[in-house]
């Protein structure tokens, strides 16, 4: 009798496991098509949209040139709220603080000034055209840009450390956005 318990109880266990096998087996499989099925919607769709995978690298490493330029901001300017923490007992003066944030902003244009310079030199003379058009604008939009942030701050003495920082913020950016234009090249 108790053997054919055993045996009734492995036919039970076997019979249960073969079920349960082929359900995560066939899990896998609609997984497989599923992500089969996706990849082929999205080849379709850079198909109708004349995109193609250099075209996606491209945005991906701009979109990775903007990660690493925002980091680099905000480590910056956790850097500089470490020095000031630091400094809190010297009593920095507002003058101090603004000139430091001035420093900043020229450090950022004159790394700016050079990957502009370097880029004029790749690029033919209608691109060049095109690209001294939009920097002009781009600078002006830099300048309004800093006054309508600083503005928001209702007079005061922080308003120009707020202009500064923002100036200094908006042109590390475009010059990370320039240097993704480089590719490979380093400046």
């Given at each position: 009798m108790e053997k054919f318990i055993y045996l009734v109880l492995g036919a039970v266990l076997t019979w249960a496991f073969y079920f349960v096998q082929r359900r995560v087996e066939r899990r896998g499989a609609f997984e497989t098509i599923e992500r089969n099925q996706k990849l082929l919607d999205l080849?379709?769709?850079l198909d109708q949209s004349n995109t193609n995978l250099d075209d996606l690298r491209r945005?991906?490493?701009r979109l990775i040139g903007s990660a690493e330029t925002a980091?680099?901001?905000?480590?910056?300017?956790?850097?500089?709220?470490e020095e000031v923490a630091r400094q809190g007992d010297d009593a920095v003066s507002q003058r101090d603080m603004n000139e430091q944030a001035l420093?900043?902003?020229?450090r950022a244009d004159a790394r700016l000034k050079t990957v502009v310079a370097h880029l004029r030199g790749q690029l033919d003379t209608e691109t060049l055209a095109v690209f001294e058009?939009?920097?002009r604008c781009w600078l002006q939009f830099r300048d309004r840009y800093a006054s309508f942030v600083s503005q928001s701050y209702s007079g005061g003495s922080i308003r120009p450390l707020i202009h500064a920082v923002t100036l200094q913020s908006v042109t590390e950016l475009w010059t990370s956005e320039l240097e993704t234009q480089l590719g490979d090249e380093s400046v």
């Open positions: 080849k379709q769709g945005f991906e490493q980091a680099r901001i905000a480590d910056s300017y956790f850097s500089q709220a420093d900043g902003f020229r058009d939009a920097h």
